[in-house]
């Protein structure tokens, strides 16, 4: 591992300080593309118009006339947070249209991924006119098709990226797919479909169905949730949408369900930050869709009962706790397997004991102790057919869905479905081909992985003057939009580590020297000591215990 600084516009930092931002976040936005404080303001007017996404007016249209014809809708959802969130947005948005909507979430360990044949079999049973897909159905061919066979319409809304082939829907809104010119391709789920509900609104007004003003804004905690927990490039347009949805909750007006979902954490609302979208809010909405039924997570998002909510935290929050239980001793197998074989170069881990709805979690914890592309597969079955179902997570420098597509054209029927991201996809191959799958996509990803990506490198903020390591600074950085491709700051200095202790058997407390003042530190996950003087880089935090608040160096890697 290397420990480097990121590059720093000198020209646009001079330029923030001049215009008043604090040194320390001049140099940190300089380094991440920032140039000038406009760049900073985040208010809803500066959002990007839905009219430049292509047939967002259709998809407006579609629904306003299913609305005014009082047709039944229904909401088919993923089972992750971005899905869940997605899924409240148009409910509560289309109910106060006055629309009837429904929704339904696939069971992911008996139909899988996505808007498939038997998925719209299912949704038959509730008679709906139209199908509308959030955060999935781009791949949808097949239950598109079969949806057309019964007589049931699809508006299709997602972020996710095409395959070769369209859905036959009766319309598709997703800034990703061919002939979009929508300038932000990083738009979670949510944010598509928070944006057709905006483009809907402005239909319904034009056509004078809205039977009172709907505040939309009111939906932006949903959004900002959505968008930090699918962890999607935070490129302006999803910083401001964040902004606009942490500014909601910190006012106290929050969705009861995610003030419920922050206290049964211990998280103060009016506290929150993105990284509680992501850490703690997230994880827990989750895991209803990793370990039971998404139904839980939604119901939790578009209540109003605040008792309701607060009982649908409280299970979310426990399987939460088993679901980190049952991550633990799968990771633990991995890490042995890892151990156990000659080859470090191995990419692929299957166990038949290990539950599908955590193996992604695995895959993201190998990949980041591995340095490389990983996917872990668990056993499944679809239409009766026994199948292993895969979550993979990559390192920068190696796109894993156009990794998976490469191997899919090389060994044609290998692959029954995939699909995803750079980061992070998800595929399906039946149980007997896991080995041949295994080589073949361990020798396409070491042809596309390019050699400077090979090595780990920990990009950081640089040394943290003295002067500037205060409590004011770091509760400063808290309160700011961080995540994917817009990282939270990490700093590097040398330090002497004066003393060293396990603390909850996982963590190692610290105590930190550096030009003569002390510092208290921790190193979480990790209880292996350290040397007595470490260059590390690290995060500047605020611990908060018996009401007192000190800075806290949280060490994430040394050398």
């Not at 038997?118 to 949704?123: G, W, Y």
């Not at 605040?306 to 001793?329: K, T």
């Not at 633990?332 to 299957?350: K, P, T």
């Not at 042809?447 to 950081?460: D, G, K, M, Y």
């Amino acid at each position: 591992m290397k420990i480097i600084d990121r590059t720093v516009d000198e020209n646009a930092r001079k330029g923030l300080i001049a215009e008043g931002i604090h040194p320390v976040l001049a140099r940190i936005y300089a380094a991440r593309s920032i140039r000038s404080a406009a760049d900073l303001d985040y208010r809803p007017d500066k959002l990007l118009a839905p009219k430049l996404m292509k047939s967002i007016e259709d998809a407006a249209r579609l629904l306003a006339d299913a609305i005014e014809a009082k047709k039944k809708l229904l909401i088919v959802a993923d089972y992750d947070a971005d899905g869940a969130t997605a899924c409240a947005v148009g409910m509560r948005a289309l109910r106060s249209f006055g629309a009837d909507v429904s929704y339904l979430v696939p069971d992911r360990f008996k139909l899988g991924y996505g808007l498939s044949p038997e998925l719209v079999d299912l949704a038959a049973q509730s008679r709906p006119d139209l199908i509308i897909t959030v955060d999935n159905g781009i791949a949808s061919v097949e239950g598109v098709a079969r949806a057309a066979q019964l007589g049931i319409a699809t508006l299709i809304t997602d972020h996710h990226l095409p395959g070769d082939a369209l859905p036959a829907a009766a319309c598709i809104v997703n800034p990703n797919q061919p002939g979009c010119g929508f300038p932000s391709k990083a738009l979670a789920g949510v944010g598509v479909m928070f944006y057709v509900m905006v483009a809907l609104r402005a239909e319904l007004r034009e056509r004078k169905l809205l039977r009172e003003e709907v505040n939309l804004g009111a939906l932006t905690d949903l959004v900002a949730l959505g968008t930090v927990a699918d962890v999607v490039p935070l490129d302006a347009n999803n910083r401001n949408l964040v902004a606009q949805g942490l500014k909601r909750l910190r006012a106290g007006r929050g969705a009861p369900g995610i003030v419920a979902l922050l206290r049964a954490a211990g998280r103060s609302p009016q506290d929150a930050s993105s990284f509680d979208f992501g850490f703690i809010v997230g994880p827990r909405l989750n895991a209803a869709g990793r370990l039971a039924d998404m139904s839980l997570g939604i119901e939790c998002l578009i209540t109003d009962d605040e008792a309701r909510a607060a009982n649908c935290a409280r299970e979310l929050d426990r399987l939460n706790g088993e679901r980190r239980s049952i991550e633990a001793g799968m990771l633990e197998q991995a890490l042995l397997a890892v151990e156990n074989i000659s080859s470090l170069e191995r990419s692929c881990f299957f166990n038949a004991d290990w539950h599908q709805g955590v193996v992604g979690i695995v895959a993201s914890r190998l990949k980041d102790r591995l340095h490389r592309a990983v996917v872990c597969f668990a056993k499944a079955e679809e239409s009766g057919v026994p199948v292993l179902r895969g979550s993979g997570r990559s390192i920068p420098g190696l796109h894993l869905r156009d990794c998976l597509d490469l191997v899919a054209k090389r060994n044609p029927g290998l692959l029954r479905r995939f699909g995803g991201h750079a980061a992070a996809a998800g595929l399906t191959i039946a149980e007997a081909d896991y080995e041949r799958f295994a080589a073949a996509f361990e020798r396409i990803a070491g042809e596309l992985l390019p050699p400077e990506a090979r090595t780990r490198t920990v990009e950081t903020d640089g040394a943290l003057e003295p002067m500037h390591c205060t409590l004011d600074l770091a509760t400063t950085l808290g309160g700011q939009i961080w995540g994917q491709g817009f990282p939270q700051p990490l700093f590097c200095d040398t330090f002497t580590v004066e003393s060293q202790r396990v603390v909850g058997e996982r963590h190692l407390k610290l105590r930190l020297a550096k030009d003569g003042r002390r510092f208290d530190g921790m190193r979480f996950g990790a209880v292996d000591a350290l040397p007595g003087q470490v260059r590390a880089a690290y995060r500047l935090a605020v611990n908060e215990f018996n009401g007192l608040k000190n800075i806290q160096l949280n060490l994430e890697h040394f050398e």
